[in-house]
């Protein structure tokens, strides 16, 4: 089984940053895309952002321009940079990990992103 654990999560003043981090176990399986789910109280899980394997980056339209994916490969281990950070953005955030040839999804715990007005 693929073990997902994200951290970095924390309560922040609009404007601020925040990096969180999402390291996926790989055991026998090899993990192509990480990606970042945010879901707020009452409302559904949405997708934040993704990197494939080969470093290809896709982002939703609401957090372009101040959130940034990455990947460090020796780690299995993804950081999203987010900045500039407004009350919306207020969500758990939950990392997902799909191997890359049987495409299994695994998802973590998440983590609390909180930001003040």
């Known amino acids: 089984q693929v073990q997902v654990v994200e951290s970095g999560g924390g309560l922040v003043q609009a404007g601020g940053s925040l990096r969180l981090s999402c390291t996926a176990s790989?055991?026998?399986?090899?993990?192509?895309?990480i990606a970042w789910y945010r879901q707020a109280p009452g409302n559904q899980r949405d997708y934040v952002a993704g990197i494939s394997s080969g470093g290809s980056t896709t982002y939703a339209d609401s957090v372009k321009g101040r959130f940034t994916i990455s990947r460090d490969n020796a780690k299995n281990t993804v950081y999203l940079q987010m900045n500039s950070l407004k009350p919306e953005d207020t969500a758990v955030y939950v990392c997902k990990a799909t191997t890359r040839w049987s495409r299994q999804e695994f998802w973590g715990q998440g983590t609390q992103v909180t930001v003040s007005s």
């Open positions: 790989r055991s026998t399986f090899s993990i192509g895309t």
